[in-house]
């Protein structure tokens, strides 16, 4: 399965936290599913790190490259499927991240209850 990290998943997962569930936390570390990270999240982590939102390690991206992640750029095809998505989500970040998975034939992992009012391309992780 190709499944695309929420920027909330992300995190969660670099820092071991307690917060990822263990559905999310098996299916990252199952070398069968590819695993990617958006462009979109690392500008949403860079973006609150640096309005002080967010507090990162001095080696975060030391960190994240030691990861078996694939990245994923943002495209204008990504862009463009934006302006398709109904208007269930507000967040920019989240209505992107929707997009790229839908786009890509991915699924999203998430907790966000908002997200599955998108439909397959969202993963709901409890």
């Known amino acids: 399965m190709k499944l695309l990290l929420d920027t909330h998943v992300l995190l969660?997962?670099?820092?071991?936290?307690?917060?990822?569930?263990?559905?999310?936390?098996?299916?990252?570390?199952?070398?069968?599913?590819?695993?990617?990270i958006s462009a979109v999240s690392l500008w949403e982590i860079w973006l609150k790190q640096s309005l002080g939102k967010l507090r990162l390690p001095d080696n975060f991206e030391e960190i994240l490259a030691g990861q078996h992640?694939?990245?994923?750029?943002?495209?204008?095809?990504?862009?463009?499927?934006?302006?398709?998505?109904?208007?269930?989500?507000?967040?920019?970040?989240?209505?992107?991240?929707?997009?790229?998975?839908?786009?890509s034939g991915m699924r999203l992992l998430t907790v966000d209850e908002?997200?599955?009012a998108y439909g397959k391309c969202v993963l709901l992780v409890r």
Not at 78 to 84: D, G, K, L, S, W
Not at 94 to 101: P, V
């Open 12 to 36: 969660w997962w670099l820092a071991d936290s307690p917060s990822l569930p263990t559905k999310a936390r098996v299916l990252i570390a199952d070398r069968e599913n590819t695993v990617f």
């Open 69 to 103: 992640f694939q990245n994923l750029p943002l495209t204008a095809v990504h862009a463009r499927e934006v302006a398709n998505l109904p208007w269930h989500h507000r967040d920019p970040f989240d209505r992107m991240l929707i997009a790229q998975a839908q786009v």
């Open 114 to 116: 908002n997200a599955p």
